[in-house]
């Protein structure tokens, strides 16, 4: 039970940090507030499919949790065959010093020129 929390917690605090890099400066703070607001969201879905699976079958009924399960796994499955279409996060780029083509696509689209200037410095790239 210790595990899971403490992934859930790691991945609560890494998201938002992942958004905020990947993030155009003035979409940030909307894109990181999506991220709360959508885990709001599944909690609430989450629990109607549980009270769902609850009351439409009977209490010995193993149909119960699978149902609910099932419902539930769905985004889990689609989000777990998109992420590796995600792009690697620049701070990774950065510590493996990627080449400086990576560096200005990336940071030219998502960023301004400024940002680019202080990679470069900090990089040696």
């Known amino acids: 039970m210790t595990d899971s929390l403490t992934s859930v917690g790691f991945l609560v605090m890494i998201v938002p940090l992942y958004q905020a890099e990947l993030a155009h400066p003035s979409i940030r703070g909307r894109v990181t507030s999506l991220q709360q607001f959508m885990l709001g969201i599944g909690a609430l879905i989450a629990?109607?499919?549980?009270?769902?699976?609850?009351?439409?079958?009977?209490?010995?009924?193993?149909?119960?949790?699978?149902?609910?399960?099932g419902v539930q796994i769905v985004p889990a499955g689609l989000l777990a065959m998109l992420i590796m279409l995600f792009p690697e996060s620049p701070r990774v780029c950065i510590r493996a010093k990627c080449p400086n083509p990576f560096l200005n696509s990336v940071y030219h689209f998502v960023h301004c020129n400024t940002i680019l200037a202080t990679v470069s410095i900090l990089t040696g790239v």
């Open 47 to 69: 629990s109607w499919a549980a009270f769902g699976g609850y009351t439409g079958f009977g209490p010995n009924d193993s149909r119960q949790w699978r149902v609910s399960l």
